[in-house]
Nanobody
């Protein structure tokens, strides 16, 4: 079992930045690839970014490429999502998730554990 707790969400103006953190506890964090997803009202849960267990491989949704950066610190059992140049359409609840496979994955069905989410609101 892995427990995930997100933090760092909030209200920010368009063009601003936020850094989300996801702290993991339970089983060995470095055994898991990690991902960030988001869920906006009236929309499906969308893939945002994913990172392999080692941190060497990452992948991003086209909508955030060049603006968001995913990273991890296995010594701290934490994965991060640095979000720059935020837009109103980035407004959503952001979730981190853990995937038992060590490779990256973009489909939510590949993920075994989920956090409770953190709200990000970008005002225009």
């Amino acid at each position: 079992q892995v427990q995930l707790v997100e933090s760092g969400g909030g209200l920010v103006q368009a063009g601003g930045s936020l850094r989300l953190s996801c702290a993991a506890s339970g089983r060995t964090f470095s055994n898991y690839a990690m991902g960030w997803f988001r869920h906006a009202p009236g929309k499906e849960r969308d893939f945002v970014a994913t990172i392999s267990w080692s941190g060497r491989t990452t992948s991003y949704a086209d909508s955030v490429k060049g603006r968001f950066t995913i990273s991890r610190d296995n010594a701290k059992n934490t994965v991060y999502l640095q979000m720059n140049s935020l837009k109103p359409e980035d407004t959503a609840v952001y979730y981190c998730a853990a995937n038992r496979g060590q490779s990256i994955a973009v489909r939510p069905t590949y993920y075994d554990y989920w956090g409770q989410g953190t709200q990000v609101t970008v005002s225009s």
